[in-house]
């Protein structure tokens, strides 16, 4: 690895001055397990790591029954499957951050770390967006909210500009009668990045859908908000029918590609199996909400 | 036991890939009591074959010797008697490095 | 559960002691090659090609060289000039020029991960930095990444003196054709009453051992040098090296380190002959580890392979005729196992008349290397699959079916020479007979399949010397690496010979120069072989110790016999001796007791193995879960029975992988896309279930304990086996490995139509 | 380059080292403090055979740099025995033959330790579910498995015995 130049700074504006000082060959540096990588294959050349572990704020995980959900950026993925809170109000969310990598991998990886590390196959990403998150940024000139499906711009790239810093994600306090539900498909049972990931959040009216958001991994070069076959289900009920006209809506808006993970064909036709599969436990979990 | 009035002698099993050398025979009986002896005699009556067999007047590394079942070890020397039964085969292991 | 007709009453073998080197390797103190350090060590890094096929037009080192830290770089040009010719080395036979070339490109890359230049600096990282420093000026040719492309007429030719005796003295990709034939293969199809013909693809694997290779040189001013390095063949580490480096093999010392995996791809060299360049060089040790990915890119995976068989069979079920051809991707250079794997493809099953015609092809990929029963995984996906499926048109139960032409003592192998006493028939009764296979399988898309296995197993030289220490216990030495607890065994059967706890019996791995001449730990030849060896050994040491005996006694040394670990004197009343007794009066007898023997092993015992597999289909996504597996292997006789058990879930294991996920995924460029553990997908824990076993014990007649070598045939049926699970599940046939969910659920959609067609046309 | 001062507590005890930056923890504990029990496979964090705990968590020491290690608490294979005597997981993995070439065993050790620190009666799929993250080629995973299960029910004797006497 080439040679780099490490700091821990225990506040957000020290972060952010030390960002800003060295521009594009800065990085916030969290649980590693991307960056590293990154570093070591040279894909990355990033001169300076800014550990923001130590950053109080970015370490907190809070829930509101009002405000809903805030979850700093460098919470590692271990805290959140082990909060009952998330599993109780957002366990597709928390299936998520306990798909990624091994146990090894989640006591250090976090959410944000995940988001940003610009990925079109992160887990958390989808389940993120079913969910309506806001990504708060702070930057050199004042802080600003993103939402989470206009995060990524391209494969490893963000909408963080040089000395900016994901310090949380804001997470809408659950619905009544609402849940929701990640699923995402490996060829093994562990260890694997996602073919494609699925995440659905699903609130009822009696047995029909109400509202429903779609968050679509590793289908297309950026993770995907998908609204047609959501808005086309309220007012529905989640029978056959209108879940296999869902899943075509889904695989209508993917745009994959052949790798060794998967072909652009099965791929499509996974988006759908796993959009009926999500969708239907979703709504399993509301209606006992 | 009687031994066999008829005159007996060792056997040997031809390659499929040699069997162009012995106009297609496959079993061929030949007088000797080594395998060195034993593939002269072969080169002397099918010529060409113990060209095949041999490099540097030793079995090829890529050839073994199965003598009545066994793979041998010594190569041309190896001894036989009149009853044994000779093939080579394609020596083994992973391949070639 | 286990069958045994080994004889004799044993003390020690047969029982399941703590290996000797247990406590060092779960206290992290064993030293594996990486782990080795030695004073003003420089760490060395390699540079090899992003081209699959390319002509190196220049090398320019000048920036590297300038790097501060950067001691030295080699390229090829600082390798002797090699020989195009075979030559025997250990297991394998070599060819001298191509071994060089593989170790650091000439004039030309042949694939993905070529080995181009070497440097060496004071920190793993500078020498890394050096790499990208290095200027390599490449005239990018045509990869040729599969048989079919390289046999094409007019197809980009990789070795220009590559020459085969068919094609004459034409420039060709096709390095060897071998044939065998029996009876009239036209005759026999016209007896058959069912006949089925498929075309089978398998992928290239890697024996994905955890540890990279490594390997410490030391190059003295006195031109001797030492290696440090996990190797399954010190003295072949030895000899390869010699051979690459134009140096005497008295002149190199092989340290064999702890070893950390092997499965066959630790038979050969790669940074060896570069750690001693780079020592001779720059006057320190140093010291090189691969990266995983270069681990994928450029050690020596197994061949991918097209195999097309044909076979038929009577309505009764009697196998008649085969017809089968196969060509195996060698990598980029000749040696595939296609020849082995045409030797085990029919080898269980007595069929009077076949033809099977086997190619070995050069491609743009790495150098093949040995993969436990090399060439046999292949071969048996395709004759299993189609064994399977000629039984289920005779209506007989598949384990029946095999059972009906299976071969036993007195059949003649496929290359002529009649089997000796084996024990395939014993391992499909004791799957037949196994809780698993006779308890009933439920539930929507779920199958049983099971398929047969063989291996030759292989013999070859092994030395060992049995020391008998002044306390009366005892040190044995092999040559042989210890890669899965052949250390235990081999104290378990000096401990046997001379009735000594197993504990006062110390067992050592030895380097070249401590040892007689010792070939591979491969072949599943370690048991048998250096077991052999050590036995012989155990036996000198034994008659030296009558001989003392007679001697304190002043008798004669056939009046003194040794029992149970006891010298008795015949006859008159004096009392037994044990060897503690004897030990301190070595010294007024005549000196230490040290038992030899060196072998070039004879009596070879043939391995069979069948396996029984259970799957579900996730009919949505093409996703195959194993459920249960059940393994009957033939040992001969088990040693260290967990140790034999191990092995058989070992292999089986790499079995499944290798039918489930396991690949090399190359664009087409030529690029290995998937050279990391997150995308060669070996099995985890979560993937597999508990691996039952069956330990068969048919007595090898030509070893002394019996013993026949466990550590291959294992991993032959899985394949075959979860492709015909699969068949059971959801009706379709695979002929493809990995079964991966794009590949079958792909076939199963076609198959849904297809089916769905025929029943609108009824 | 410029080198960090680190001090971290080991396997108990505590120790001050200096490291580059660009030093993985692995690096650090294998070529800087000598500790080479923690075994190298991938550096990608997919093989787990140089797992260790810091502060209670199981860790890729491959994907975590030295210089993060000031201040934690750090625990390695070769702190898993007391005063040279084994732990209970390591007599298990040695009764039930549960390592073959042994690469991977330090790494399956404190994946299991650190498992069993949370869970003391743990069920297959959720020993299973423990290893995942690190691989090996020899053994099947069988022997492992049966080892960390039965390496759990010796322990919660022990503590009943305990807190029987």
Same mark, same amino acid.
């Given at each position: ?147 989470? =499906? ?140 | ?97 | ?350 069929? =009077? ?410 | ?165």
């Amino acid at each position: 690895m080439h040679a780099i130049n490490y700091e821990a700074p225990s506040t957000i504006d020290q972060a952010v001055a030390i960002l800003k000082e060295h521009g594009e060959n800065a990085r916030p540096f969290c649980g590693g397990t991307d960056i590293i990588i990154q570093l070591r294959a040279g894909v990355r050349r990033t001169s300076h790591l800014v550990d923001i572990k130590k950053i109080k704020e970015l370490r907190t995980l809070s829930f509101d029954a009002k405000k809903g959900l805030r979850l700093g950026a460098a919470v590692p993925c271990i805290e959140i499957s082990e909060s009952d809170v998330m599993r109780k109000h957002y366990p597709g969310l928390t299936e998520a951050a306990h798909l990624i990598g091994s146990l090894q991998i989640q006591n250090r990886a976090s959410v944000g770390g995940n988001l940003c590390n610009g990925s079109p196959a992160a887990d958390t990403t989808p389940a993120l967006i079913a969910l309506g998150a806001r990504a708060r940024v702070v930057g050199p000139v004042g802080e600003r909210e993103v939402p989470v =499906e206009s995060f990524v711009i391209s494969p490893g790239r963000t909408v963080l500009k040089p000395g900016e810093l994901l310090v949380e994600l804001l997470i809408p306090a659950p619905a009544p009668h609402s849940s929701d539900a990640y699923l995402r498909f490996i060829p093994r049972n562990e260890m694997d990045i996602a073919v494609v990931g699925v995440g659905a959040s699903v609130t009822l009216d009696g047995d029909k859908v109400k509202a429903a958001r779609i968050g679509l991994g590793a289908v297309a070069a950026t993770p995907l908000l998908e609204t047609k076959a959501a808005d086309v289900l309220i007012g529905k009920k989640l029978d056959d029918a209108n879940l296999e006209a869902a899943g075509r809506l889904v695989s209508e808006v993917c745009r994959p590609i052949d790798d060794m993970r998967g072909t652009i064909e099965f791929r499509l036709h996974i988006a759908a199996v796993l959009t009926r599969r999500a969708l239907t436990i979703a709504a399993e979990r509301a209606k006992k909400i | 036991m009687l031994a066999p009035l008829c005159f007996a002698m060792p056997t040997v099993v031809i390659p499929a890939l040699l069997r162009k050398f012995t106009g297609g025979l496959e079993r061929v009986d030949v007088p000797g009591k080594s395998i060195r002896e034993l593939v002269r005699t072969l080169g002397q009556r099918f010529p060409g074959i113990d060209a095949q067999l041999l490099e540097d007047g030793d079995i090829r590394p890529s050839i073994a010797v199965s003598i009545d079942g066994e793979i041998a070890t010594g190569g041309v020397l190896d001894t036989v008697d009149e009853h044994s039964e000779v093939h080579f085969i394609p020596a083994l292991g992973g391949g070639v490095r | 559960m286990a069958a045994s007709t080994t004889t004799g009453n044993f003390k020690v073998i047969g029982t399941r002691p703590i290996r000797h080197d247990g406590v060092d390797k779960v206290t992290g103190r064993a030293k594996y090659g990486a782990d080795y350090t030695f004073p003003g060590m420089l760490h060395g890094k390699v540079l090899r090609s992003p081209h699959a096929h390319a002509n190196i037009k220049s090398i320019n080192i000048d920036k590297a060289l300038k790097l501060p830290g950067v001691k030295a770089i080699v390229t090829g040009k600082d390798l002797p000039k090699a020989e195009n010719k075979l030559e025997q080395a250990g297991e394998m036979t070599i060819n001298p020029m191509y071994l060089s070339m593989n170790i650091l490109a000439h004039d030309k890359v042949l694939y993905d991960g070529h080995a181009i230049a070497a440097v060496a600096a004071t920190s793993p990282h500078i020498a890394e930095e050096a790499l990208r420093l290095i200027e390599v000026e490449y005239e990018v040719l045509h990869p040729v990444m599969t048989v079919d492309v390289a046999t094409k007429p007019g197809a980009p030719i990789l070795l220009k003196d590559l020459r085969n005796k068919e094609e004459g003295d034409k420039e060709t990709n096709v390095a060897q054709h071998y044939q065998f034939k029996r009876g009239d293969v036209a005759a026999g199809f016209k007896a058959a009453d069912y006949v089925i013909e498929r075309e089978f693809n398998t992928a290239m694997v890697h024996q994905g051992y955890i540890e990279p290779h490594n390997a410490v040189g030391i190059y003295n001013s006195d031109g001797q040098a030492t290696i440090y390095c996990s190797t399954q063949g010190a003295f072949d580490v030895r000899s390869l090296s010699a051979q690459v480096l134009g140096m005497p093999v008295g002149h190199i010392k092989v340290v064999p380190a702890e070893i950390g995996g092997g499965f066959g791809g630790k038979t050969t060299i790669y940074l060896e002959p570069l750690s001693v360049l780079l020592s001779k060089k720059t006057g320190a040790p140093v010291k090189l580890v691969m990266s995983r990915s270069e681990v994928l890119r450029a050690s020596g995976p197994t061949s991918g392979s097209k195999i097309k068989v044909k076979m038929g069979a009577t309505k009764d079920g009697r196998l008649v005729a085969a017809e089968i051809w196969m060509a195996y991707e060698a990598g980029a250079f000749p040696g595939s196992p296609v020849g082995a794997g045409a030797m085990c493809i029919i080898a269980p099953y007595t069929i =009077e008349h076949f033809q099977i015609d086997a190619y070995d092809v050069v491609v743009n990929r790495p150098k093949t290397a040995a993969y436990r029963a090399p060439g046999a995984t292949n071969a048996a996906f395709a004759s299993e699959t189609i064994i399977d499926e000629l039984a289920e048109k005779c209506g007989i139960d598949p384990i029946d079916f095999r059972l009906m032409n299976a071969v036993k003592e007195g059949d003649a192998q496929v290359v002529g020479p009649p089997f000796k006493r084996i024990g395939l028939i014993q391992t499909l009764e004791g799957v037949k007979n196994s809780p698993h296979y006779k308890s009933k399988l439920t539930g929507k898309f779920r199958g049983r399949g099971v398929a047969s296995g063989f291996w030759f197993n292989a013999g070859m030289q092994s030395s060992a010397t049995v020391n008998i220490h002044a306390d009366g216990t005892a040190s044995v030495v092999t040559g042989s690496p210890d890669i899965g607890g052949s250390r235990a065994s081999m104290a378990m059967i000096t401990a046997e010979v001379l009735g000594l706890d197993v504990t006062d019996v110390r067992p050592i791995t030895a380097d070249t120069d401590s040892i007689g001449h010792t070939d591979v730990t491969g072949g599943s030849r370690v048991t048998f072989a250096t077991g052999m060896a050590v036995y012989e050994a155990a036996k000198d040491a034994e008659r030296q110790l009558i001989e003392r005996a007679a001697k304190v006694w002043e008798k004669k040394p056939d009046e003194v016999e040794f029992r149970d670990g006891k010298l008795h004197a015949k006859g008159n009343g004096v009392p037994p001796m044990s060897i503690k007794q004897l030990a301190p009066r070595f010294p007024r007898t005549g000196g230490p007791i040290t038992g030899r023997a060196s072998v070039n092993a004879r009596g070879v015992g043939p391995g069979f193995a069948t396996t029984c597999v259970d799957v579900e289909v996730d009919p949505d996504t093409g996703k195959v879960q194993v459920l249960r597996c059940t393994i009957a292997q033939d040992a001969g006789k088990a040693i260290h029975p967990s140790y034999v058990e191990g092995q058989m879930q070992g292999g089986t294991a790499q079995g499944l992988g290798w039918a489930l996920n396991e690949e090399y995924f190359y664009d087409d460029k030529g690029t290995l896309r998937n050279s990391g553990f997150l995308d060669y997908r070996m099995p985890t824990c979560l993937d597999l279930p508990m691996i039952e076993t069956v330990v068969v014990e048919e007595a090898n007649p030509g070893h002394p304990l019996g013993v026949r070598g466990v550590g291959e045939v294992s991993i032959v049926p899985p394949p075959a086996a979860v492709a015909n699970a699969i068949f059971r599940a959801v009706g379709v046939r695979m002929t493809e490995t990995p079964m991966s969910p794009p590949k079958l659920l792909k076939a199963m959609l076609k198959h849904r139509s297809s089916t769905q067609h025929s029943a609108a046309a009824d | 380059m410029k080198k960090t001062l680190v001090e971290a507590t080991i396997n108990g005890e505590t120790v001050e080292f200096l490291c580059e930056p660009r030093q993985s923890l692995l690096e650090t504990l294998r070529d800087v403090l000598e500790l080479t029990g923690s075994k190298e496979g991938c550096l990608t964090g997919d093989c787990g055979a140089c797992t260790v705990i810091v502060d209670g968590r199981a860790v890729d020491s491959c994907l975590m740099l030295g210089v993060e290690a000031q201040g934690k608490t750090i625990s390695t294979v070769e702190g898993l025995a007391t005063q040279g005597v084994l732990s209970v997981l390591q007599n298990k993995f040695l009764e039930h033959a549960s390592l073959q070439c042994g690469i991977c065993t330090p790494g399956f050790l404190i994946s299991a330790k650190s498992l069993l620190d949370r869970n003391p009666k743990p069920t297959e799929p959720e020993v299973r579910y423990a290893l995942a993250g690190n691989l090996c080629r020899c053994t099947g995973y069988d022997k492992i498995v049966k080892a960390v299960l039965d390496a759990a029910a010796d322990i919660r004797g022990q503590d009943k015995s305990k807190s029987a006497a």
